[in-house]
């Protein structure tokens, strides 16, 4: 496989930083709101930033909602960032209710209020692994990345990869066969930011 990228914009969010580190890497980007895009197959990015429920409803007026659901089924590589990671799983809580794909089971929810903790998690924690996966080769236990979420995806332990702890212990890693997530953003976490995009690039 060629280190072509297909990065998926829902059009709710800015994706020049993740367009950027991914060309840094020496990644063959190609920024798309198109289902037959996402429909041709390779290694596909989905970013999301602000609310779940406007991120879903930019993903279903664009129709990428079944063209992501075919590529999850092909055995295409998929990475979630931060929102696109929440719009994995089955259901999210903010501001309502709100399905997801639903390619992961499991729900986004609210962190719990915490006495000297602020929500939304903002700034730079600490990521734990819990389970082998592809894209922590090159870190080490502890490695510091950026976060910037007020929900917390409640997912299944086995789909758990990696931990941050913020008040609670929470999934900041997913995987899923050929599905992967990541809470926090890897374009704005410096080294260990690059190193988590490099390994997905090389999958």
Known sequence: MTNAILLVDAGTGNLHSVYNALQ????????????????????????????????????????????????????????????????????????GQFAGLGIMPGKVVRFPDTPGLKVPHTG?????????????????????????????CAAESQDTTATTEYGITYACMVQRNNLYGVQFHPEKSQQVGLRILQDFIEL
């Open 124 to 152: 730079w924690n600490q990521l734990w692994p819990t389970s082998p996966s592809p894209l922590f080769n090159r870190l080490t236990p502890g490695a510091y990345a950026y976060f910037n979420h007020s929900y917390y």
């Open 24 to 95: 840094t890497l020496g990644a063959q980007v190609t920024l798309t709101s198109h289902p037959a895009d996402v429909r041709s197959g390779g290694r596909i990015v989905l970013p999301g930033v602000g609310a779940f429920g406007k991120f879903m409803e930019g993903l279903r007026e664009r129709e990428l909602e079944p063209a992501l659901l075919e590529a999850a089924r092909r055995g295409d590589p998929l990475l979630g960032i931060c929102v696109g990671m929440q719009a994995l799983f089955s259901l999210s809580e903010e501001m």
